[in-house]
């Protein structure tokens, strides 16, 4: 079965540089979220999209920002890179309409490491 | 405050052994409760959810969890461990529909020994 494709895999950056990163949900997925996993630590949510609009935000920094678009693909995107944002950053995908009880699906994430 | 807490941060058990992993959730309404396995590098794996009904649930790779709500607790079990097992176990706690964000514990790291 299809799953949750995240790019890429690993990304290094420099600090004050700028990463994007993409997520495609599983097919017919309605509902996007983000995750970020620091060393040693359990994933923190920072944001989610429900028909390509924001449904809910967490801890995420101002630096950062997301959107999904029409195809329902996400895109997180990262500015002012600081050496804390490194850490693994997991999308999920659940299927939301009509009351579904579909729980999150989670890519093998995208490690970021800023050096 | 909703909140997942996960007492045991490291477990070690012997292949065929028992196993128990510990979760504890403190949360406003009806939770919505899962089990996630990571291996190093890798992604979640949902392992079984909780939403309603029997409060014993059964997962992939011979996991099961039981619901207690008067103990706040939704506790993974399974019978015999394998070596394959080793991994790192989070328990989550989301909110009505399941589309909510996902609370999650610290994690427990289980390794096994053969």
């Known amino acids: 079965a299809a799953g949750v494709i995240q790019s890429p895999r690993h990304l290094i950056k420099e600090k004050r540089e700028t990463a994007t990163l993409k997520c495609y949900p599983i097919?017919?997925?309605?509902?996007v979220y983000w995750y970020q996993q620091g060393p040693g630590q359990d994933p923190q949510f920072l944001i989610s999209?429900?028909?390509?609009?924001?449904?809910d935000k967490g801890s995420i920094p101002d630096r950062f920002s997301a959107q999904q678009f029409s195809d329902y693909h996400s895109e997180l995107n990262m500015s002012s890179l600081e050496l804390g944002d490194s850490a693994l950053y997991f999308c999920?995908?659940?299927?939301?309409?009509?009351?579904?009880?579909?729980?999150?699906?989670f890519g093998d994430g995208t490690r970021l490491s800023i050096l | 405050a909703q909140s997942v807490t996960q007492p045991d941060i490291h477990i070690t058990v012997s292949e065929g052994a028992s196993l128990e992993l510990r979760c504890n959730y403190s949360?406003?309404?009806?939770?919505?409760l899962f089990w996630y396995v990571q291996s190093p590098g890798q992604g979640l794996q949902l392992l079984l959810k909780y939403f309603s009904g029997d409060t014993l649930v059964q997962g992939i790779k011979g996991f099961e969890a039981e619901f207690k709500r008067s103990q706040s607790s939704f506790n993974l079990r399974k019978p015999s461990v394998h070596w394959s097992d080793a991994a790192e176990y989070f328990c989550a706690v989301g909110g009505t529909g399941g589309y909510n964000k996902l609370i999650f514990g610290a994690g427990t790291r289980l390794a096994v020994h053969p």
């Open positions: 949360y406003g309404a009806t939770p919505y």
């Open positions: 999209f429900y028909e390509k609009m924001q449904s």
């Open positions: 097919p017919r997925h309605d509902t």
């Open positions: 999920a995908s659940s299927l939301r309409a009509g009351g579904s009880n579909q729980p999150q699906h």
